[in-house]
């Protein structure tokens, strides 16, 4: 009989206890929470959590990775609409881990807080920030070159920050944006025109760079020839001159004489 209190004690103490799996943050909440963060603590290895009103959230620490189950409606400024389906990543803050159970401990606790978290807190937010960029730029705006990606780029930031408030680090983000087919056709288009203008200009500063060319070969020509007087002339001559051959007309015999 007395064996069977002990075994019977035993596994009733095991049961009133929790242990904290490595890699995850344990964070203790007693008395079902009235005193506020007061209330919320860090812990490790085995906790005990048979008493009223106390339970045991194990937050994990490594990266998190989620994405939206289905395409989000967006809208430019100028009222045409677009589709994203974001993925992203995040890891808990560890020394902020009271901070993420205490503002969503209404989730409840296990394995599903996380996924959780990310369904009804995260991507409510990341919905809502993303509709408010998206209607701050025209389409024209984003259909300009890397206009998609400085669009992304914003809404990282935004994200970023507003996961840090929630005690949360922002590892990777990606907005997936998709076009309707009349857009993507006006994005081929204002591409291919851009690609041709860029072209054009290429061609117009080359042929500018051949004129420039020209006209100081043209001036180089004009500087020699008016550079050549008789003095100069006669000078040349008389290097080229052999000394033999024989001299016929004026300019030679007085070139002859003078020497």
Do not use: H
Request: net charge neutral; charged share 30%.
């Amino acid at each position: 009989m007395k064996k069977l209190l002990i075994l019977a004690a035993a596994v009733t103490t095991l049961a009133a206890c929790s242990r904290v799996e490595p890699n995850q943050a344990g964070v203790l909440m007693e008395n079902y929470g009235r005193n506020g963060k007061a209330d919320f603590s860090v812990v490790s290895g085995r906790v005990w959590v048979i008493a009223p009103g106390t339970e045991l959230y194990q937050v994990p620490l490594w990266e998190q990775r989620q994405n939206f189950e289905s395409a989000v409606k967006l809208k430019a400024a100028d009222n045409t609409e677009f589709t994203a389906k974001p993925t992203y990543s995040f890891n808990v803050i560890k020394e902020r881990s009271i901070d993420v159970v205490f503002n969503n401990k209404q989730l409840g606790g296990g394995e599903a807080f996380i996924t959780s978290l990310g369904d009804n807190v995260l991507e409510p937010k990341i919905l809502d920030i993303m509709k408010e960029a998206s209607r701050s730029q025209t389409t024209d705006e984003l259909m300009q070159k890397g206009g998609s990606l400085a669009f992304e780029k914003r809404v990282q930031d935004l994200v970023a920050k507003e996961f840090e408030t929630r005690g949360l680090k922002l590892m990777t983000f990606s907005s997936q944006l998709e076009f309707s087919k009349s857009v993507s056709e006006r994005i081929d288009k204002r591409n291919e025109v851009n690609t041709n203008l860029a072209v054009l200009d290429q061609q117009i500063e080359e042929q500018k760079k051949r004129l420039e060319l020209s006209k100081l070969e043209a001036e180089t020509n004009k500087a020699r020839s008016d550079g050549l007087t008789d003095k100069l002339l006669t000078q040349q001559f008389i290097e080229k001159w052999d000394g033999k051959t024989p001299l016929y007309g004026e300019t030679p015999v007085t070139i002859f004489k003078q020497q």
